[in-house]
Nanobody, 123 residues
């Protein structure tokens, strides 16, 4: 059974940084492309970033430059480094694993999801 467990969320002041982690178990991590999504209250879940099996990265244009996705295959972990955080970044951030679709931008492209971690940015 594939499991994804996020950590690293919390409360931070505007301008601060957080690094989210997502540990994957139950299947060979290298077989997955990984993505991060976020969902703010009253809004739809939106794509943040993805990293392919080979390490290629993809970002929503509005966040590129502030957020960085990376993976450590030896640790079965994907990271999301978030810098210069803004109050509008407040959301539940979830990681997801994609096994077959070859596409990364829609929640429906992903097969497995973590439970999410809350990020709150105060002004």
């Amino acid at each position: 059974q594939v499991q994804l467990v996020e950590s690293g969320g919390g409360l931070v002041q505007a301008g601060g940084s957080l690094r989210l982690s997502c540990v994957v178990s139950g299947r060979t991590f290298r077989s997955f492309a990984m993505g991060w999504f976020r969902q703010a209250p009253g809004k739809e879940r939106e794509f943040v970033a993805a990293i392919g099996r080979s390490g290629s990265t993809y970002y929503v244009h509005s966040l590129k430059g502030r957020f960085t996705i990376s993976r450590d295959n030896a640790k079965n972990t994907v990271y999301l480094q978030m810098n210069s955080l803004k109050p509008e970044d407040t959301a539940v951030y979830s990681c997801a694993a994609e096994a077959h679709s070859g596409s990364y931008y829609s929640p429906s492209d992903y097969d497995y999801w973590g439970q999410g971690t809350q990020v709150t940015v105060s002004s």
